[in-house]
């Protein structure tokens, strides 16, 4: 038995830890994640009544093309359905793109750091990964157009970029796609992207018009708030999601995730919402981080990547201990943690912990 010698080396995906496992090792019993940016609101009462209503129907196959959710979310991007293809969170959209644009032997371009599941999902087709560093914490747009060749398939700018949070100004935006040739897909992904304040966020849509080969990326998994039921989409050039729907499994969204997605996006209420208590959220954690003297990196998103100036696996660990799942252990920035906002007393319970690990440290160092 041989495995594909493309995944041979792979590792296995490592998820933010389940707040269960923390409390049976720790003894703890109150345990807050603000490790995998989830929504701390929830969801909206429109999809909760709407997955409820679709029980009744799930011995039956859901609609393979997404139909209702397709017209709901098409009416609201002002796109055609043509334009959408639906995935099991866009994790499966990111899963298709690759599965097919990309061969053996192609490149494609990510920053570094950024979403691992761009990396991951190259690599598992055998194709080279061009990794060009963050500048200041932000793609640097310019030197990823330096690396395309005539292998380059896809380039993928995660806007806001996680773990970062940075975003990139839309001037430079346009400006970059302008310069990216034709047979390069330009993979957008906005899975933060209701969270972005107005002037800063592109209108990613219109630029479907004037750019055949951008393809963005959204999700129901963030804002939304429908994480556990899988459910993302892109939005493309009809010609572009031919393709992709021509690798997409036969049912690969469930019908409660198709209805709960469909009366989510009609409840844009519980959508603003969620933004204007997370920007407050982001308020207040920006300004205890400046109070205690520890550099961030503007957040745009509903996470924000700050700087211990500690070895940040020290820091993750005294966090846990005192029951705050957090995220650690990235490449470049070995002193650097990123956090969820959380509802605001979360958010309280964490920068209380945060001070008690730091002026442990501090004691002991
Ligand atoms: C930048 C980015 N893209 C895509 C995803 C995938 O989200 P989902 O598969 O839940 O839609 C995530 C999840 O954390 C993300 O951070």
Redesign the pocket.
């Known amino acids: 038995m041989q495995p594909k010698q493309s995944i041979v080396h792979l590792p296995v995906y490592q998820p933010g830890k389940p707040i269960e496992d923390v409390k049976r090792e720790l003894g703890l019993t109150e345990v807050i994640k603000l490790a995998?940016?989830e929504n701390p609101f929830g969801s909206s009462p429109k999809a909760i009544e709407a997955i409820q209503a679709e029980l009744a129907n799930i011995s039956i196959y859901p609609d393979s093309f997404s139909t209702e959710l397709a017209a709901a979310v098409g009416s609201y991007l002002n796109v055609t359905a043509k334009q959408l293809i639906f995935?099991?969170?866009?994790?499966?959209?990111?899963l298709m793109l690759a599965r097919a644009y990309v061969h053996p032997g192609d490149e494609t371009i990510m920053a570094d750091e950024?979403?691992s599941?761009y990396k991951h999902n190259v690599q598992v087709e055998g194709a080279v990964c061009i990794e060009v560093p963050l500048k200041d914490g932000t793609h640097d747009l310019p030197a990823m157009l330096a690396k395309v060749t005539d292998k380059t398939k896809i380039i993928w700018v995660?806007n806001?970029?996680?773990p970062t949070g940075t975003v990139v100004g839309k001037d430079e935006l346009h400006a970059f796609l302008k310069q990216v040739p034709e047979h390069v897909i330009v993979v957008l992904?906005e899975?933060?992207f209701e969270y972005v304040a107005e002037e800063k966020a592109p209108d990613s849509v219109a630029l479907l018009g004037e750019f055949k080969n951008l393809v963005l990326?959204r999700?129901?998994?963030?804002i939304y708030g429908l994480?556990s039921l899988?459910?993302?989409y892109g939005v493309g050039h009809p010609d572009v999601i031919h393709f992709i729907n021509q690798v997409r499994e036969p049912f690969n969204t469930t019908r409660v995730a198709q209805a709960a997605a469909t009366a989510s996006i009609q409840d844009q209420a519980f959508v603003a919402e969620c933004k204007a208590r997370n920007a407050e959220g982001l308020r207040y954690l920006t300004g205890e981080f400046e109070r205690m003297g520890l550099h961030y990196f503007e957040p745009n998103?509903n996470f924000v990547m700050f700087d211990t100036k500690l070895p940040s696996t020290q820091v993750f660990d005294g966090l846990l201990r005192r029951g705050i799942i957090s995220r650690a252990r990235w490449a470049h920035y070995p002193t650097y943690i990123r956090i969820t906002v959380g509802s605001q007393e979360q958010n309280e319970k964490f920068i209380a912990a945060l001070e008690q690990v730091l002026q442990e440290a501090a004691v002991l160092g």
């Open positions: 995998s940016n995935g099991a969170g866009s994790d499966e959209v990111i950024t979403f599941i995660c806001p970029n996680n992904d899975a933060y990326l999700t129901f998994s963030k994480a899988r459910i993302g998103g």
